[in-house]
């Protein structure tokens, strides 16, 4: 059965500081990582990852992979109010019917103080 | 541009009461998704619809059912609520599964059912 975990669960920072969190997978042949920021309501996208070490970069935030130790990572730097979110990191296994379904860890929330 | 539209955005139901979550999405996807969300559990696959006219269980499919409508519509189903069923239900888009597709589900703003 795949499995996803992040951590931590939580975490409260203050603006300014730089955050990483994490995800380690357990998965049947690996296809793809997502990354997603769910605020109040829908998910919305932010990185999908599918190479060991080829760092996606959007403005403060960037992620990396690495394949041969199943985690990756998410950097925010210079946090800001508006990053306060739960961040989810989601796996897609390769072949037959696993294309297309993604299996969730349980996020981490990130609460940022002004 | 609206991507994924749900309804309703609310419920509360009796235990055994029936009712039916809608799922709309107008950016021409071939695949629709139905999730669980609960407490420190992450996003739960119920059902999903690789392409219209097909349907398939997730990790959670016990208490459910869906439809895959058309192209756009995949509704979700609760025969007979229970408790348990209370949870935000979420619906997901992507352009379609199989090798030669980035799988990026977009997702819609969620249901709130509390069923009592």
């Known amino acids: 059965e795949d499995k996803v975990v992040q951590s931590p669960l939580s975490l409260v920072v203050h603006e300014g500081d730089t955050v990483t969190l994490n995800c380690s997978y357990e998965?049947?042949?690996?296809?793809?990582l997502l990354w997603y920021k769910q605020e109040k309501k829908a998910p919305t996208f932010l990185f999908m990852l599918t190479s060991s070490g080829i760092e996606k970069k959007s403005g403060r935030l960037s992620s990396i992979l690495d394949k041969k130790e199943l985690f990756s990572i998410l950097n925010i730097t210079a946090t800001q109010t508006g990053d306060s979110a739960v961040y989810l990191c989601?796996?897609?296994?390769?072949?037959?019917?696993?294309?297309?379904?993604?299996?969730f860890g349980q996020g981490t929330i990130l609460t940022v103080h002004p | 541009n609206a991507g994924v539209t749900q309804t309703p955005k609310f419920q509360v139901l009796k235990t055994g009461q029936s009712m039916t979550l809608q799922c709309a999405q107008d950016?021409?996807?071939?695949?629709m998704y139905w999730y669980r969300q609960d407490p420190g559990m992450g996003l739960r696959l119920i059902y999903y619809?690789?392409?219209?006219?097909?349907?398939d269980k997730g990790e959670v499919p016990n208490g459910y059912n869906v439809s895959r409508l058309n192209k756009r519509e995949f509704s979700l189903r609760l025969e007979s609520a229970a408790p348990s069923q209370t949870s935000v239900y979420f619906c997901?888009?992507?352009?379609?599964?199989?090798?030669?597709?980035?799988?990026?589900?977009?997702f819609g703003a969620g249901t709130r059912l509390s069923v009592l």
């Open positions: 998965v049947t042949n690996f296809r793809s």
């Open positions: 997901a888009s992507s352009r379609g599964q199989g090798p030669y597709h980035k799988n990026i589900q977009y």
């Open positions: 950016m021409n996807h071939n695949s």
């Open positions: 619809s690789a392409s219209e006219g097909t349907t």
């Open positions: 989601a796996v897609e296994a390769a072949g037959g019917t696993s294309y297309g379904k993604l299996t």
